[in-house]
């Protein structure tokens, strides 16, 4: 393998084994965004997600650390090059990102995202997992395939099979943009079809409106938003059935952003969080996505808890097209979900509380190379 140094180093095929960076908190990475290699010269638009701020800079080059890993312990540090970008203290100014976070990862399908890197760099497919966290918790984030093994009781789980295989479902593309879609045909709740018009989460070729996007943020009257927005009249929909489904729960005072709230006190619990209506996304393949109680409610306060799911309106800054869904980071917690940028393919494991685990546990104890 070669080094990011340009030297040379012989190891075994553990270096092909996929890259692990450091523990990731509330999803936060290092900033890789940029040009078409270390040498040009050409201007680069870092973008702070979290603020909708942006600046232009030329594209350089640094270094960053991560770890090679076998699925279930890091084996050993390596350090690499790549091309990014280097922002004003404005665009990433400390409040705005999380703790102990110094950058934004450029996560996309193009050749200078940090995945395309990696896998340029060390020869492996070109894809990635997250798994991000609860708040205050420590999720990851793994380059270049499994397998994928989490501490579980009674024994760790490896979840390979159900991720590469079994949920798999195409990735669609938009000409208008980079972002990732995927196709739903319908949305349950208690199994139970929502009433939308036809063809209402459709991603529309031609103009690029319309579909659903994989998005980990949103802005929200200037501030960072995680939770799902949906369209208004997508949104009205989903709501009015889950309120439908919920109707023998006492309510509370609605919370901004969100609309349909109800008195924690009032309600139960289950292995997948709170006792409510189920939701799910129909895909493509005959594939399912469930959000149960515990991604589809949010506790606001000790007495509150709301429906986790957002309005799109003339407040709600919408950074592709005009989707029908950006499919948030709330509802992506302990999920473990693959982008193989090779296949075109997005993978999901399902709620992790179902096999009584979390993302916060990976094994982070170095283990024998």
């Known amino acids: 393998m070669s080094t990011p140094a340009g030297a040379q180093t012989e190891v075994g095929r553990e270096a092909r ?3 692990r960076p450091g523990k990731m908190r509330d999803g936060a990475l290092p900033l890789a965004a940029g040009c078409t290699g270390p040498k040009d010269a050409c201007p680069t638009y870092p973008y702070n997600p979290v603020t909708g701020e942006c600046a232009i800079t030329d594209a350089t080059t640094f270094t960053l650390s991560a770890y090679a890993t076998d699925g279930a312990n890091p084996l050993f540090p390596v350090t690499f090059m790549a091309v990014g970008a280097c922002a004003t203290q404005i665009v990433f100014d400390a409040p705005s990102l999380p703790a102990d976070t110094w950058g ?3 996560m996309s399908r193009l050749p200078e995202s940090l995945p395309s890197q ?3 760099t060390f020869k492996l497919p070109n894809q990635f997992a997250l798994c991000l966290p609860r708040t205050g918790a420590t999720g990851a984030a793994i380059f270049g395939g499994g397998p994928f093994e989490l501490m579980a009781s009674p024994q760790p789980v490896d979840l390979t099979q159900q991720v590469l295989r079994d949920n798999q479902v195409p990735l669609l593309k938009n000409p208008g943009n980079g972002a990732y879609y995927i196709r739903v045909t319908g949305i349950n709740v208690n199994n139970v079809p929502v ?9 529309n070729a031609g103009s690029g409106d319309g579909g659903v996007i994989l998005s980990t943020t949103q802005l929200y009257v200037g501030r960072a938003m995680t939770y799902t927005t949906l369209r208004s009249d997508v949104y009205r929909a989903l709501h009015d059935a889950f309120d439908a489904a919920t109707s023998d729960i006492p309510r509370a005072q609605a919370v901004e952003p969100f609309q349909l709230c109800y008195q924690a006190s009032a309600l ?6 709170y006792a409510v209506a189920n939701i799910d996304l129909l895909l493509d393949n005959g594939r399912t996505w ?3 109680g515990g991604s589809s409610l949010v506790q606001v306060d000790d007495n509150t808890v709301c429906f986790a799911f957002v309005e799109m309106t003339t407040i709600t800054r919408v950074p592709h097209s005009s989707p029908a869904i950006l499919f948030g980071g709330y509802q992506l917690e302990d999920h473990l979900v693959l982008f193989d940028l090779d296949k075109e393919t997005f993978a999901f494991s399902g709620p992790l509380a179902g096999i009584r685990t979390t993302c916060s546990n990976f094994n982070f104890t170095m283990g024998s190379s």
Request: hydrophobic share 60%; proline share 11%.
């Open 118 to 120: 990696v896998a340029s």
């Open 195 to 203: 009433s939308l018009p036809a063809g209402a989460l459709d991603l």
């Open 268 to 273: 139960g619990s289950t292995l997948l969080g």
């Open 104 to 106: 934004v990862a450029a």
């Open 290 to 292: 469930l959000i149960p």
């Open 17 to 19: 084994a996929p890259l």
